[in-house]
């Protein structure tokens, strides 16, 4: 069992613990924090070392009737976090799993700052940030409210920045399914924060399973954004028409941003958006253009290097107005890609893997695929820093396995190799064996299969091969010698096939021809070969 530590009033993970789980390992690092359901830790994967989880420990159930609440509420972030990892703006789902009685789920861990803290620090945003950002968790909503998925927590706290300037929906807990199937689910019994709420909820904290609810936050943290502080909720419970009138003299808003927020944040349900993808719609018409992609993630699997490793794509599209244009560059020499260059707002880039471009073999080689759109200008004719995502890509190349090939040999069926000499003399010759694999092989010579002359009628016997048996490193070449004595042997040429088989199974089968030449065809030879 592992050793925790007191944090607050509850016992947590210490670092340097171990938590196994289905596939690997995590050592916790740090605490980030606790919630009212469990607590967040940074770890490490043991595989993958150079990648940071966020371990999320849920606290286990203190009464055995706690026990199913708790089982359906990790059930459900498990199954959105899965869902929402397919979209850039949501961290990448990594797994979920049971261990010393207690619920796991490990994300990616979202470095950077939250909005609420940039927006208290730097407001007023400039209108560049609160557009691409807008942009961001538009299509973010729009993606899950296409799986049927109401986040039902949107405020600044769950949305962080990167350092790249990415924005990032967190924190699921809270999420519900709705629609077609979901007629019967409880509702989550979680209260919102005051000032991201909608008028329509009930008093006692209920929350409704409506796709609106989300789109009265996303206004409010549009507003926020502007304003620095959220909408008045009082205001707004009074149905009053100036709710919005103040953010229109702001210098980082516009008629049409504060049109749309003003919709978003009716009183009127039925007069909001829709869903996420409608408000997306007429953003659009004011927003820049935002680079986004479809997979933050490639993994290649754990593949042979001598096999075929099927490519993957990655998909680019301008999820803001406008047109975008941009490069693809490869950071490792092993990554490669199909174009460098991209214009228009929607594109596809293969990926492939080159292993003959790298010799890691046996652990997880991981890469960075960067991908970034060229400098935009503002309003003001001032050029906006590009976008940039990276793309990790990730493999397990193991060696291939130990191959030989006779290097004097090409061809199939092979040409047999010939060995001359004059009768009464030894005859010997040489064959090398490379290994073209990527590990040490062990071979013998296990016979040598002797066949009747051509025209003499006897046997062939006496034919030596040495060394008999003996290991070729990966790379290397291994010499072995043939050789007989011809005392015994009349004038002509005489078929062999030495037969060399592997521990892998690998069976060669190498055709010599031994040609025994009279002593006076010999000198003949000789003679002729000095005139």
């Given at each position: 069992?592992?050793?925790?530590?007191?944090?607050?009033?509850?016992?947590?993970?210490?670092?340097?613990?171990?938590?196994?789980?289905?596939?690997?390992?995590?050592?916790?690092?740090?605490?980030?924090?606790?919630?009212?359901?469990?607590?967040?830790?940074?770890?490490?994967?043991?595989?993958?070392?150079?990648?940071?989880?966020?371990?999320?420990?849920?606290?286990?159930?203190?009464?055995?009737?706690?026990?199913?609440?708790?089982?359906?509420?990790?059930?459900?972030?498990?199954?959105?976090?899965?869902?929402?990892?397919?979209?850039?703006?949501?961290?990448?789902?990594?797994?979920?799993?049971?261990?010393?009685?207690?619920?796991?789920?490990?994300?990616?861990?979202?470095?950077?700052?939250?909005?609420?803290?940039?927006?208290?620090?730097?407001?007023?945003?400039?209108?560049?940030?609160?557009?691409?950002?807008?942009?961001?968790?538009?299509d973010a909503l729009a993606f899950l409210h296409s799986r049927q998925i109401?986040?039902?927590?949107?405020?600044?706290?769950n949305i962080r920045i990167t350092p790249q300037g990415h924005l990032v929906?967190?924190?699921?807990?809270?999420?519900?399914?709705?629609?077609?199937?979901?007629?019967?689910?409880?509702?989550?019994?979680?209260?919102?924060?005051?000032?991201?709420?909608?008028?329509?909820?009930?008093?006692?904290?209920?929350?409704?399973?409506?796709?609106?609810?989300?789109?009265?936050?996303?206004?409010?943290?549009?507003?926020?954004?502007?304003?620095?502080?959220?909408?008045?909720?009082?205001?707004?419970?009074?149905?009053?028409?100036?709710?919005?009138?103040?953010?229109?003299?702001?210098?980082?808003?516009?008629?049409?941003?504060?049109?749309?927020?003003?919709?978003?944040?009716?009183?009127?349900?039925?007069?909001?958006?829709?869903?996420?993808?409608?408000?997306?719609?007429?953003?659009?018409?004011?927003?820049?253009?935002?680079?986004?992609?479809?997979?933050?993630?490639?993994?290649?699997?754990?593949?042979?290097?001598?096999?075929?490793?099927?490519?993957?794509?990655?998909?680019?599209?301008?999820?803001?107005?406008?047109?975008?244009?941009?490069?693809?560059?490869?950071?490792?020499?092993?990554?490669?890609?199909?174009?460098?260059?991209?214009?228009?707002?929607?594109?596809?880039?293969?990926?492939?893997?080159?292993?003959?471009?790298?010799?890691?073999?046996?652990?997880?080689?991981?890469?960075?695929?960067?991908?970034?759109?060229?400098?935009?200008?503002?309003?003001?004719?001032?050029?906006?820093?590009?976008?940039?995502?990276?793309?990790?890509?990730?493999?397990?190349?193991?060696?291939?396995?130990?191959?030989?090939?006779?290097?004097?040999?090409?061809?199939?069926?092979?040409?047999?190799?010939?060995?001359?000499?004059?009768?009464?003399?030894?005859?010997?010759?040489?064959?090398?064996?490379?290994?073209?694999?990527?590990?040490?092989?062990?071979?013998?010579?296990?016979?040598?299969?002797?066949?009747?002359?051509?025209?003499?009628?006897?046997?062939?016997?006496?034919?030596?091969?040495?060394?008999?048996?003996?290991?070729?490193?990966?790379?290397?070449?291994?010499?072995?010698?043939?050789?007989?004595?011809?005392?015994?042997?009349?004038?002509?040429?005489?078929?062999?096939?030495?037969?060399?088989?592997?521990?892998?199974?690998?069976?060669?089968?190498?055709?010599?021809?031994?040609?025994?030449?009279?002593?006076?065809?010999?000198?003949?030879?000789?003679?002729?070969?000095?005139?």
């Open positions: 069992m592992a050793k925790r530590k007191r944090y607050d009033d509850v016992m947590l993970l210490a670092p340097g613990e171990d938590v196994p789980s289905h596939h690997t390992h995590y050592t916790i690092e740090s605490i980030v924090g606790t919630g009212a359901y469990g607590a967040v830790y940074i770890a490490r994967d043991i595989n993958m070392p150079s990648r940071q989880i966020a371990l999320k420990e849920f606290f286990p159930a203190r009464h055995p009737r706690d026990q199913a609440p708790l089982q359906a509420l990790f059930d459900r972030e498990r199954m959105v976090g899965m869902q929402a990892s397919s979209h850039p703006l949501m961290p990448t789902f990594y797994e979920a799993f049971q261990n010393d009685g207690n619920f796991y789920i490990a994300q990616e861990f979202i470095v950077g700052t939250t909005l609420d803290a940039i927006i208290l620090r730097r407001h007023p945003l400039p209108r560049e940030w609160i557009l691409k950002w807008s942009v961001s968790l538009c109401i986040h039902h927590d949107l405020k600044p706290a929906l967190l924190d699921f807990g809270a999420a519900q399914y709705f629609g077609a199937g979901h007629e019967h689910d409880k509702p989550v019994e979680l209260y919102g924060t005051e000032g991201y709420l909608p008028p329509e909820l009930e008093a006692d904290g209920q929350w409704i399973a409506d796709i609106r609810t989300d789109i009265f936050a996303l206004g409010c943290i549009l507003y926020e954004m502007i304003a620095g502080v959220p909408p008045d909720q009082e205001q707004i419970n009074q149905r009053s028409m100036y709710v919005t009138s103040s953010l229109t003299h702001r210098p980082n808003a516009d008629l049409g941003l504060v049109k749309l927020i003003n919709r978003a944040i009716s009183y009127n349900t039925d007069h909001r958006y829709a869903n996420a993808g409608e408000f997306l719609e007429d953003l659009r018409e004011i927003a820049p253009p935002v680079l986004l992609i479809n997979r933050k993630n490639l993994w290649f699997g754990n593949v042979n290097s001598g096999q075929i490793i099927p490519p993957m794509t990655v998909k680019l599209y301008n999820a803001g107005g406008g047109e975008i244009r941009g490069e693809v560059k490869s950071r490792a020499p092993w990554i490669v890609v199909s174009a460098h260059r991209f214009v228009g707002n929607t594109h596809e880039v293969t990926v492939s893997i080159d292993p003959a471009k790298t010799k890691e073999r046996g652990k997880a080689l991981t890469g960075k695929l960067e991908i970034s759109s060229d400098g935009q200008e503002d309003s003001e004719g001032n050029v906006v820093a590009s976008d940039r995502w990276s793309v990790e890509c990730s493999v397990t190349l193991q060696p291939s396995p130990g191959l030989l090939k006779v290097t004097e040999q090409e061809g199939s069926p092979p040409a047999p190799l010939v060995f001359s000499g004059r009768k009464g003399q030894s005859i010997s010759g040489t064959l090398h064996l490379k290994n073209v694999g990527e590990m040490p092989i062990d071979f013998e010579a296990i016979q040598t299969m002797e066949t009747i002359t051509g025209g003499v009628g006897k046997p062939l016997e006496g034919l030596c091969v040495s060394p008999r048996e003996g290991t070729v490193e990966a790379g290397q070449t291994f010499t072995i010698t043939v050789a007989i004595s011809t005392a015994a042997l009349p004038p002509g040429i005489y078929p062999a096939v030495v037969s060399i088989r592997t521990r892998g199974r690998q069976s060669l089968s190498v055709p010599i021809s031994i040609r025994v030449i009279s002593a006076l065809d010999f000198v003949i030879s000789k003679l002729g070969r000095h005139s």
